[in-house]
């Protein structure tokens, strides 16, 4: 769990039972970690070219924002249960006020769901393990 800021307000983001029961966030982080970006712009999916590389790399560069706000949605609903549209004004004032692309929410939003568990929890973990044998990081892009 983090405790943020922002307009003099304070927020606990946690990635626990309600995020892990967010369907969207679940369903975004899967596709991110397993590699489905790539995957879904390769023919030969045991032999991606290195263009089903960057195209599938650039769509999920260009899903980041969307899984930012998704994930920054799903973290606020276990301790601050807001509306979808009240969760995306506060994550926008957060990422002015710390001066914040959407790639370094990324990051901090992904470090919180491994921290607070989530990646276990959702059985995201489990499913990664199971698809390719060994564990998310190993196999995991970044957006």
């Excluded at 990324?106 to 921290?115: G, I, K, Q, V």
């Amino acid at each position: 769990m983090k405790t943020i800021t922002v307009n003099s307000n304070e927020y606990k983001l946690e990635f626990s039972f309600e995020a892990a029961e967010y369907k969207d966030i679940v369903q975004k982080m899967f596709k991110v970690l397993s590699g489905a970006y790539v995957v879904e712009e390769s023919k030969d999916m045991q032999n991606p070219t290195t263009k089903d590389i960057i195209n599938g790399t650039a769509n999920m560069i260009g899903d980041t924002a969307d899984i930012c706000v998704t994930a920054f949605y799903a973290g606020l609903l276990e301790n601050n249960p807001l509306s979808h549209e009240e969760a995306k004004t506060v994550m926008r004032d957060y990422m002015k006020e710390n001066k914040l692309s959407y790639k370094k929410l990324y990051d901090e939003l992904r470090n919180c769901m491994e921290t607070d568990g989530f990646f276990d929890l959702s059985g995201l973990n489990d499913m990664i393990q199971q698809m390719y044998g060994t564990a998310p990081e190993a196999t995991a892009q970044t957006a």
